[in-house]
């Protein structure tokens, strides 16, 4: 099993599930960081909210996360500068600024015990291959009022060509800041946890349809990572994941700071994370489509053994792997969706922490109807196509080629007893495929292998133990039941018949 | 150009079948085959068009274009439905097949006469 740090060292926020039917001003759909920091920020202004949140609050993708915060973007500041302007660019740099800014005011004003701490951030290239990449960034970050300084050292244990380091950027633990920030709700918020959203009903008040209880909400904010529905949307987002593991070191020096490597697949991402029990050393690494993993390859293990190569490792306390979806123009999509008061917060690359605490800042402002300088260049509905014309195609085409999988015949296995224990593998009963599962105590179950989101064929995720859909995103349990991702119900159930 | 179109749009007619069987037994149309139904199915109608527009032929074709037309109108709403995982009517899949069904026999007889 995975477990993230950051779910393991939070407290849990212990919600009640909803059990009756309630009427809010405000219903969120997701209790993590953009969740719960949104409903903070209305139930200031004294708005009548209410979270929505499928499991613990701060548990799912938030504790997925890095856990660093930081002005810069994934995708590099002046790419965005060169695809819109600099204007953009400026507002990109001065709105993640100001969020980071934020959550340390939120940490210190009720003492959220988050390990909250300012670091620099340093983007470093190993082979000289990305220098330019790098002298680029740096006059960017410095057009944009940020103090960069060059580097040819780091405490990481190799040799660096080039470097720049800014100071002033940030660490925390994410799940325990959210966690923290719940406990600090105003009484006009309430959260509920275990509490999926199956269904919203559109209309002049939403009904958002729960297993227990109804919400009727006059306005509805999915912070729920990538909508919930089907929606355009979803042509522009492209879901990822990528893998992370926090070690014990036996020997040798924890790094201090946000290392980035300008061009390493294997430890894009380094950091120390230090807690009661001691420090531990997160190297995150490997990217791939969801539901697009290469099969024949151990990512976790990878991981391991390419850390192993510059530390002297005493074990690996938590594995764990992250979904992120990249934005066809490179910007995040905030703001009302193509549904009348229908909110969206989506598209955050790999940089959610803080863009989901800019989506926070935003959706207050638009919620209370106060001007927001930054709303217009995250708008939902922007149209760009020919700034998202590459992207789009080409993931959009990957799509298809996903569709175009799905044809009679095309099942991984003819018979049950071809999964083994702890796989997952599609199968095809009475001319249908079906997701079948074999737990590592011999139990089969199975569903129906049609995603439903959008009708894809989902495949296991062998490293997660979970069906995961390659066209948009959503992830579902070994028994059908949604994990992540624009699906709103359980992947259909169906009875194994064992003489298969 | 009128017998490639011909054989598209039989090709999809076949596919369509399949489809539609699918759907009356209420499982799921496998979507490389849906895709495949209506890459013919569009394919065929544009070279009717395109067939319509620069023949000088005295029969055109535009009765069998409106007739495909219609039938790929509801196939869109179909497919809509069904790329969303929602149930598709049983009687508009049976209505759409009937009429696509009914312009390959249309645009035959016109051909063969």
């Known amino acids: 099993m995975t477990e993230s740090i950051w779910k393991a060292k939070a407290s849990n926020t212990k919600a009640t599930p909803l059990t009756k039917d309630i009427e809010v001003e405000v219903a969120i759909v997701g209790g993590g960081i953009t969740g719960i920091t949104t409903a903070y920020l209305l139930a200031e202004e004294g708005i009548q909210v209410a979270v929505l949140e499928s499991m613990s609050v701060g548990g799912g993708t938030t504790a997925g996360s890095t856990g660093n915060l930081y002005t810069m973007v994934d995708n590099r500041l002046h790419h965005i500068q060169a695809k819109f302007d600099d204007n953009t660019a400026r507002k990109v740099a001065e709105s993640r600024t100001t969020a980071v800014d934020l959550i340390e005011d939120l940490v210190f004003r009720h003492e959220i015990k988050c390990s909250f701490k300012r670091q620099p951030w340093i983007l470093y290239s190993e082979t000289g291959e990305e220098e330019e990449m790098i002298k680029t960034t740096k006059e960017t970050l410095k057009r944009f009022g940020l103090e960069v300084q060059d580097i040819t050292s780091t405490s990481l244990p190799f040799s660096i060509k080039s470097g720049i380091r800014v100071e002033n950027q940030a660490q925390f633990n994410p799940a325990a800041f959210v966690s923290g920030l719940a406990q600090n709700l105003k009484n006009n918020c309430r959260i509920y946890e275990n509490t999926p959203v199956h269904q919203i009903e559109k209309g002049a008040t939403h009904i958002l349809h729960t297993p227990n209880a109804k919400v009727k909400a006059a306005k509805v904010i999915l912070a729920t990572h990538t909508p919930k529905g089907v929606y355009g949307l979803h042509t522009t987002l492209f879901p990822h994941r990528e893998y992370a593991l926090a070690a014990r070191l036996r020997s040798g020096d924890y790094p201090e700071g946000i290392f980035w490597s300008a061009e390493s697949k294997t430890h894009p991402s380094l950091r120390t994370y230090e807690t009661e029990e001691g420090k531990f050393l997160i190297t995150v690494g490997y990217h791939h489509k969801v539901g697009q993993e290469d099969k024949d390859k151990d990512y976790f293990e990878d991981l391991e053994k390419n850390l192993r190569k510059y530390y002297d490792v005493e074990a690996v306390a938590y594995r764990w792997s992250a979904q992120h979806y990249k934005p066809a123009d490179g910007l995040p999509y905030i703001g009302e969706s193509t549904d009348d008061r229908i909110y969206v917060a989506t598209g955050f690359s790999t940089d959610g922490l803080t863009y989901g605490v800019v989506s926070a800042l935003i959706l207050r402002d638009l919620l209370t109807g106060r001007d927001n300088e930054w709303a217009e260049i995250y708008k939902a509905k922007r149209f760009t196509p020919l700034k998202s014309a590459k992207p789009f195609l080409k993931e959009n085409l990957n799509v298809l080629g996903e569709y175009l999988k799905d044809y009679p015949g095309s099942a991984e296995a003819e018979k049950f007893s071809e999964v083994k224990k702890g796989e997952g593998k599609i199968v095809e009963v009475k001319d249908e495929k079906w997701a079948v599962h074999r737990s590592e105590d011999g139990n089969l179950c199975a569903a129906s292998a049609v995603c439903t989101h959008m009708d894809c064929i989902v495949n296991w995720n062998n490293e997660e133990k979970t069906w995961d859909c390659p066209c948009h995103g959503s992830r579902f349990k070994p028994n059908g039941e949604v994990i992540e991702g624009p699906a709103f119900s359980p992947l259909d159930k169906r009875n194994i018949n064992p003489e298969k | ?113």
């Open chain 2, 1 to 113: 150009m009128i017998i490639a179109a011909i054989t598209l749009i039989t090709f999809a007619v076949i596919l369509g079948s399949y489809l539609l069987k699918r759907i009356l037994q209420k499982k799921h149309p496998p979507k490389a085959i849906v895709f495949a139904h209506g890459a013919c199915a569009v394919l065929g109608i544009i070279l009717i068009l395109i067939y319509a527009l620069t023949t000088d032929e005295h029969h055109k074709h535009w009765d069998s274009f409106v007739i495909f037309s219609i039938a790929a109108i509801v196939g869109i709403y179909l497919f809509s439905r069904d790329i969303r995982h929602k149930n598709v009517p049983k009687w508009l899949a049976i209505l759409h097949g009937s009429v696509g069904l009914f312009g390959i026999v249309w645009i035959l007889t016109h051909v063969l006469h």
